[in-house]
């Protein structure tokens, strides 16, 4: 428990301030904005490799450089707005996954005039209803799963960057397709 409260939340989420605003306000809560979905899925994929603590101490600086991850501003990126993230020292600086964002950003438009929104497209590999998961600890909770790899699939053959099974299980979690919070958790309830 962070900062002395007494409310019970998944054990990842009580090692620090950031942690625990991001698990009680955004994880696991449904979402079905577009631009917001966007954003989740790009700070799943610059987490790659780091922690999340990480990326929620830059996630401020990610919404400015990234247009409040309006897609079709992002879209538009030039070489030389890429040039601009990478001179940004507040962003993660890997260049593959910065300029996967502009990139991702075009299959996301892609999608958009297929299925009507990204949030149709996501949402129908759950039949449009989260999954309610119950575990009991949070070594229980996988790191991947069939359903994951097949919307990693799915990503990919549309084009998309940094959409491994493990980057789509933290995104289908963080956007609440998938809700992991464990039963002794407050979310639970």
Same mark, same amino acid.
């Given at each position: 428990?962070?900062?002395?409260?007494?409310?019970?939340? @998944?054990?990842?989420?009580?090692?620090?301030?950031?942690?625990?605003q991001y698990h009680d306000?955004?994880?696991?809560?449904? @979402?079905?904005?577009?631009?917001?979905?966007?954003? @989740?899925l790009t700070l799943e994929g610059a987490q790659a490799g780091?922690?999340?603590?990480?990326?929620?101490?830059?996630?401020?600086?990610?919404q400015n450089a990234f247009c409040k991850f309006n897609i079709q501003k992002v879209a538009a990126f030039t070489e030389e707005d890429f040039q601009s993230l990478l001179a940004n020292?507040?962003?993660?600086?890997?260049k593959l996954k910065l300029k996967s964002v502009s990139h991702n950003a075009n299959c996301i438009l892609v999608i958009q005039e297929e299925f009507g929104s990204f949030s149709n497209y996501?949402?129908?590999f759950v039949h449009h209803?989260?999954?309610? $998961?119950?575990?009991?600890?949070?070594?229980?909770?996988?790191?991947?799963t069939e359903l994951s790899q097949t919307l990693s699939k799915s990503?990919?053959?549309?084009?998309?960057?940094?959409?491994?099974?493990?980057? @789509?299980?933290?995104?289908m979690q963080?956007?609440?397709?998938? $809700?992991?919070?464990t039963i002794d958790c407050f979310k639970t309830n």
């Amino acid at each position: 428990m962070v900062g002395g409260d007494l409310i019970n939340r @998944c054990k990842w989420a009580e090692a620090h301030i950031l942690l625990q605003q991001y698990h009680d306000i955004e994880w696991g809560i449904p @979402c079905y904005d577009d631009n917001k979905l966007f954003e @989740c899925l790009t700070l799943e994929g610059a987490q790659a490799g780091l922690s999340w603590l990480t990326v929620l101490k830059k996630k401020e600086h990610y919404q400015n450089a990234f247009c409040k991850f309006n897609i079709q501003k992002v879209a538009a990126f030039t070489e030389e707005d890429f040039q601009s993230l990478l001179a940004n020292s507040h962003l993660i600086q890997h260049k593959l996954k910065l300029k996967s964002v502009s990139h991702n950003a075009n299959c996301i438009l892609v999608i958009q005039e297929e299925f009507g929104s990204f949030s149709n497209y996501l949402w129908s590999f759950v039949h449009h209803k989260p999954i309610i $998961n119950l575990w009991v600890n949070q070594e229980d909770v996988p790191a991947s799963t069939e359903l994951s790899q097949t919307l990693s699939k799915s990503l990919k053959s549309y084009g998309f960057k940094f959409v491994g099974p493990t980057i @789509c299980y933290s995104f289908m979690q963080a956007i609440g397709m998938v $809700n992991d919070h464990t039963i002794d958790c407050f979310k639970t309830n």
